[in-house]
């Protein structure tokens, strides 16, 4: 079975830092890009940023400085590190991988083949 599965989320002030992670089982990971989505209360779902097969990333401008997508240590995880956290973080966040991105459209979430259960990033101010 595909899953994907992300994790780390949790109760964090502004300003501060948290890691959520993305582990993938059911299919050859390095075959795939992973994105980041994240959806706020009464809000659309957006990308946060992405990791494609050869390392390449991107990022939302919302967070750009701040947040940095990475391959995991561990087999078939990629990592968000979050800094510098703000209140407008406050969401739940999901990864997705995506097979053949078409990699200008990473924000797309048609362009993704699975998806993960989100974890929720709650910022206090």
């Known amino acids: 079975d595909v899953q994907l599965q992300a994790f780390g989320g949790g109760l964090v002030q502004a300003g501060g830092s948290l890691r959520l992670s993305c582990a993938a089982s059911g299919f050859t990971f390095d075959d795939y890009a992973i994105g980041w989505f994240r959806q706020a209360p009464g809000k659309e779902r957006e990308g946060v940023s992405v990791?494609?097969?050869?390392?390449?990333?991107n990022y939302a401008d919302s967070v750009k400085g701040r947040f940095t997508i990475s391959s995991g240590s561990a087999k078939n995880t990629v990592y968000l590190q979050m800094t510098n956290v703000k209140p407008e973080d406050t969401a739940v966040y999901y990864c997705?991988?995506?097979?053949?991105?078409?990699?200008?459209?990473?924000?797309?979430?048609?362009?993704?083949?699975?998806w993960g259960q989100g974890t929720l990033v709650t910022v206090s101010s």
């Open positions: 997705a991988a995506a097979r053949y991105l078409l990699f200008d459209l990473w924000v797309l979430d048609v362009e993704y083949d699975y």
């Open positions: 990791i494609s097969r050869n390392g390449n990333t």
